[in-house]
């Protein structure tokens, strides 16, 4: 939930905050699948829908839409909770690219020994 100190000058959570939230979800996702450490490297395709306002409670879906031999795109969506649960909207979506890496922080095969049918 954002909190006060979230808000830009038009009362709206700004964009910067939600993006955060977006890539910690899409890193966990990521993170499970390559079984170790990935980076964000990309994101494609980010679009705000609706703003975001104080009192909503947002929920952050990511899941894999594509995996590479060291990379995977994750598609995360933000709907955003109002009214006392009464509402849901989507407020924005995005497709996030992540590399799997080492521990020197270079690129790395994603697992391919990892269980696919795993709901992650």
């Known amino acids: 939930m954002p909190r006060p100190s979230d808000i830009n000058a038009n009362g709206h959570i700004f964009g910067g905050w939600v993006l955060s939230q977006m890539d910690i ?3 966990i996702v ?3 699948r390559a079984a170790g450490q990935v980076a964000t490297v990309a ?3 980010m679009e705000f829908i609706e703003p975001i306002l104080l009192h909503d409670l947002i929920s952050v879906y990511a899941n894999i839409e594509k995996i590479g031999t060291s990379s995977m ?3 995360i969506e933000v709907i955003a909770t109002r009214d ?6 989507k407020v924005t979506g ?3 690219t ?3 890496i080492d521990e020197h922080g270079r690129p790395r095969a ?3 020994a990892y269980n696919t049918s795993r709901n992650v």
């Open 25 to 27: 979800a899409g890193g």
């Open 30 to 32: 990521a993170a499970r």
């Open 43 to 45: 994101i494609d395709a």
């Open 73 to 75: 795109k994750i598609r």
């Open 84 to 89: 006392g649960g009464k509402t849901h909207k």
């Open 94 to 96: 995005a497709i996030f």
């Open 98 to 100: 992540f590399v799997a």
């Open 110 to 112: 994603v697992d391919a």
